[in-house]
């Protein structure tokens, strides 16, 4: 069985071709590709634990190629060696501190609330559209400080940082992308000029002081911080929310189970991640020969870590391919591990915690009303572009 994460068939379906690899090829290279594909769940975790083997630095321009967001000079964080990554990291957290995600519990549920009004007002839905990208969309924008009549604008340059990754783009896809990129870059470097002159409490404001006064980061590095908190907070959780209304209208009675017990709400976000992790890889590039499940990887080796694969690994999880929110999901790897943990998992947990409580809370059936699932237009990230739901 060839894989080759770019092709339709593979980005509609990846799990049969992970269970194939990791029993057959668990360290493949995919044919005039060049990637390696490492699936199991042990590999994929010690590449996560030793980032001195496994550089990050490759990432973002090898899954954008030349439709890369961000600048030579301010790369973003998360294909950041240490030290630089250590410093980036210890400024960034201190937006995710868990005090201050916890605090933004009671406005997640009103903004929740506000967007599950019409859906009930009208029974019907595209979930997609309607709650799970505005909710994080809105949350994130409020951290950065973006005011509410620029959302549309903030969701679309999140879209066009997904649809990079993408390798047939056509050229007027491109060209719509980079002109997204373009927005984005001036409406922020206008934002940054902006709170300088009159500083606010929000995320962005605690960056232009860290570079002002301790000059930690420079003006390019807090655009690029922009760019990365848009990107990982808004597509994870979005992907997240919809792939778990999926598995739970795809399962009903583990719908029943979670309505029965709105308790096992937490559960069934860990359960979600695992099963169909938001982000189903990225990448990393070999600094020295390693070896992996008995295969050599040679140094330079671009390595596609597959976190989705990883979590469908019946070595770590019985009946992998089961959806089972009573499962004990704990060492799922959907955030990552180690030094790149995903700075926004707490957050995201939260959002998605909170809308799926409030969903199963307020409706008691949910119906789809298209069979098949039109996935996300991205080869590395997994969520329903569309979610049509009658509700009742």
Sequence with gaps: ???????????????????????????????????????????????????????????????????????????????????????????????????????????????????????????ECDLTRDLAIPLPVIVIAE???????????????????????LPDNSAEDQAEIRQGFAEFRAYFQEMIAAYRRQPQDNFICDLVRAEEENQTLSAEEVLSMAQFVLLGGAETTTNLIGNAMIALCDHPEQLALIQANP??????VEETLRYQSPIQWLIRQATQDVELSGT????GAVILTMYG??????RKFSEPDKFNILRHAEGQL???????????????RLEAKVALE????????????????????????RGPKTLPLIVA
């Design 1 to 123: 069985m060839d894989y080759n994460p770019f092709l339709p068939e593979v980005r509609e379906n990846p799990y049969p071709y992970y269970a194939y690899l990791q029993e057959h090829a668990p360290v493949y290279q995919v044919p005039d590709v060049g990637l390696w594909a490492i699936t199991r769940y042990e590999d994929v975790l010690f590449i996560l634990k030793n980032p001195q083997i496994f550089s990050a630095s490759i990432m973002v321009a090898a899954m954008t190629g030349g439709l890369n967001p961000f600048t030579p000079e301010a790369p973003p964080m998360l294909s950041i060696d240490p030290p630089d990554h250590t410093r980036l990291r210890k400024l960034a957290n201190r937006a995710f501190t868990p005090r201050r995600v916890a605090s933004l519990e009671r406005h997640i549920r009103e903004v929740t609330q506000h967007l599950i009004e019409p859906i009930a007002a009208q029974g």
């Design 143 to 165: 951290l950065l400080g973006v005011p509410p009549e620029r959302y549309t604008d903030f969701r679309r340059w999140a879209n066009d940082q997904a649809r990079a990754t």
């Design 263 to 268: 308790a096992l709400a937490p559960q069934l």
């Design 296 to 299: 050599t990887v040679p140094a």
């Design 309 to 314: 694969a990883a979590n469908r690994d019946p």
């Design 334 to 348: 959907a955030f990552g591990f180690g030094i790149h943990f995903c700075l926004g998992a707490q957050l995201a």
């Design 358 to 381: 409030m969903l199963l809370g307020r409706f008691s059936r949910f119906t789809r009303t298209e069979a098949q699932v039109t996935w996300t237009e991205s080869a590395m990230v």
